[in-house]
C-alpha cells in the first residue's frame, strides 16, 4: 500500500466521523466535501470560527515558533505575545465542554 492509499484511507475515515458529529457550539462543523478529481484537491466546507484560529504557528529558521492568535487577549513579556490566564482558562473550558459532549 503506497503512503497516498494510506493517507486517503485514513482521510476518509477522519471525514466520515465530522460527517456523522452531532452539532454543538464548540465542534466545527463539516457541511460539505468537494473531491475535484481533475484539479487532483479536496475540498471541505466547514463553520467559520470568528475569531479564527486558537494559534499559527511560523517558520523560525528551521524549527517551527508558536505564536498566538491576535483574535484573542494576549498580554506582553520580553517582546513576545501569550496568551492571559483568562483567555486560557475559556480556550481550556470550551474544548472540555465540546469533548464533554462527544462523550
Keep these: 500500500m503506497t503512503m497516498k492509499t494510506e493517507l486517503s484511507k485514513v ?52 524549527t517551527m515558533k508558536f505564536r498566538p492568535s491576535k483574535s484573542f487577549p494576549t498580554v506582553a513579556a520580553d517582546n513576545e505575545l501569550f496568551y492571559s ?4 482558562k475559556a480556550i481550556i473550558r470550551s474544548t472540555a465542554e465540546g469533548l464533554r459532549f462527544l462523550h
Excluded at 477522519?14 to 473531491?35: A, F, T
Excluded at 490566564?85 to 486560557?88: R, V
Design 85 to 88: 490566564e483568562e483567555t486560557i
Design 11 to 62: 482521510m476518509e475515515g477522519e471525514l466520515k466521523i465530522m460527517q456523522e458529529m452531532p452539532i454543538h457550539k464548540n465542534i466545527i462543523r463539516l457541511y460539505e466535501i468537494i473531491d475535484d478529481e481533475d484539479e487532483d484537491k479536496l475540498m471541505i466546507v466547514i463553520d467559520n470560527c470568528e475569531k479564527g484560529q486558537v494559534m499559527t504557528w511560523h517558520t523560525h529558521g528551521e
